[in-house]
């Protein structure tokens, strides 16, 4: 199985501000991987994938990067409707597998 | 505007049993593969079962494997998810999901997700 692992576990950023989140896979997963954002109460909302592809209707703030088993997710300036959970998922293997989470706080 | 509405969930004894369903709308829903996640109360996702178009291939996660029994009822636009011997590690919020591309079980990303419908397994 392939381990996900996000960083950090919490990002106290202030509105306006850049937020970089990390995603780091326990083996190369190539560009096989998407990010989810996710508010209280709500499901995951896609944001990304093939590393680096918005999906529809996502908002060009939003950018993601990276190949093999290093990945970044950067929110160029943070909205107030952007403080939320965001998810790295890689899909190169079964089972297909999440990281454990980066909580976007406001600072 | 695609819709996926999970219900079934509820309160259940530890080894006793639960079905879970999905209603789907806005797309063709036997042209796409299928999916259960679930997310513990206060944790992160974990994908539980996947299945292909026409039933024809099917995954389970090692957690839930010999226990959980994924299908699908294509003129229904349904897809079921039926847990048996729950434990309390089950506990979870159960989501829907639809794959992101066609026919075949091939991992890949979800879109859209359901709401989700809550299982608690407790005695």
């Known amino acids: 199985e392939i381990v996900m692992t996000q960083s950090p576990a919490t990002l106290s950023v202030s509105p306006g501000e850049r937020a970089t989140l990390s995603c780091r896979a326990s083996q190369s997963v190539s560009s096989n991987l998407a990010w989810y954002q996710q508010k209280p109460g709500q499901a995951p909302r896609l944001l990304i994938y093939?590393?680096?592809t918005r999906a529809t209707g996502i908002p060009a703030r939003f950018s993601g990067s990276g190949s093999g088993t290093e990945f970044t997710l950067t929110i160029s300036s943070l909205q107030s409707e952007d403080f939320a959970v965001y998810y790295c998922q890689q899909y190169n293997n079964w089972p297909l597998t999440f990281g454990q989470g980066t909580k976007v706080e406001i600072k | 505007e695609v819709q996926l509405v999970e219900s079934g969930g509820g309160l259940v004894q530890p080894g006793r049993s639960l079905r879970l369903s999905c209603a789907a709308s806005g797309f063709t829903f036997d042209d796409y593969a299928m999916h259960w996640v679930r997310q513990a109360p206060g944790k992160g996702l974990e994908w539980v079962s996947g299945?292909?178009?026409?039933?024809?291939?099917?995954g389970y996660a090692d957690s839930v494997k010999g226990r959980f029994t994924i299908s699908r009822d294509n003129a229904k636009n349904s897809l079921y998810l039926q847990m048996n011997s729950l434990r309390a590690e089950d506990t979870a919020l159960y989501y829907c999901?639809?794959?992101?591309?066609?026919?075949?079980?091939?991992?890949?990303?979800?879109?859209?997700w359901g709401q989700g419908t809550l299982v608690t397994v407790s005695s």
């Open positions: 999901a639809k794959d992101s591309r066609q026919y075949q079980l091939l991992p890949n990303w979800f879109d859209p």
């Open positions: 299945i292909s178009w026409n039933s024809g291939s099917i």
């Open positions: 093939g590393a680096s």
